[in-house]
């Protein structure tokens, strides 16, 4: 039973090191942080009493499009999987929402949503270096997210919001206040699907 377990986890890891591992061109150009989802919208999960008021914590990566000349990127990793948005659009603020591609693993299992996922950009803040615009020498960044069809389920729409830097140490001073990120079952850093 511990050999199926340490197989599954690795295939786990496997697959999100594929999912997140698109960041070849240059490492330090990923941003890095942390935050949650939240503002589930009851399509999320129609039998549940307590969908809209979920929350989830988690690790979240950004990779901007314009510094990559590739799609704009946005992972979010829990201790139970990781979910993977692309959006061929950079990630400016705009009142419209954009088709992009999505997928998840959770519990070992790759799933390319069959409903596209739709993105808006509430917000993209530049806070580091204070007062500039998004560039090559942007250190630290909020992005706060609008996204429908989370989960591949149509009509489930979340929110998304984190702070992403290029330095770790610099976001978790920024986020946290301790210096990092610890997230458990507990405090809502699963992030998979409830289950029907």
Known sequence: ?????????????????????????????????????YNFTQECSPGSTTITSRVNYGRFYYRPG????????????????????????????SNAFYSAIGRQIFS???????????????RRDVIY???????????????????????GVPGCSVTVAGTFGRNPALVASASTGDGGFAFDESDGGMGAPPAH
């Open 66 to 93: 314009e510094e990559f000349g590739n799609p704009s990127e946005i992972s979010l990793a829990f201790i139970d999987g990781s979910i993977l948005f692309r959006r061929w659009a950079h990630m400016d603020r």
């Open 108 to 122: 070992a299992y790759h799933y390319l949503y069959s409903t596209n996922p739709r993105i808006r950009v509430l």
């Open 1 to 37: 039973m511990a050999i199926k377990s340490i197989l599954s986890r690795f295939v786990a890891c496997l697959g999100l090191a594929v999912c997140l591992g698109t960041a070849s061109q240059a490492g330090a150009q990923v941003f890095i942080g942390g935050g949650a989802v």
């Open 129 to 151: 270096p204070v007062g500039a615009t998004f560039g090559p020498d942007t250190a630290l960044v909020f992005l706060r997210l609008r996204i429908q069809n989370y989960w």
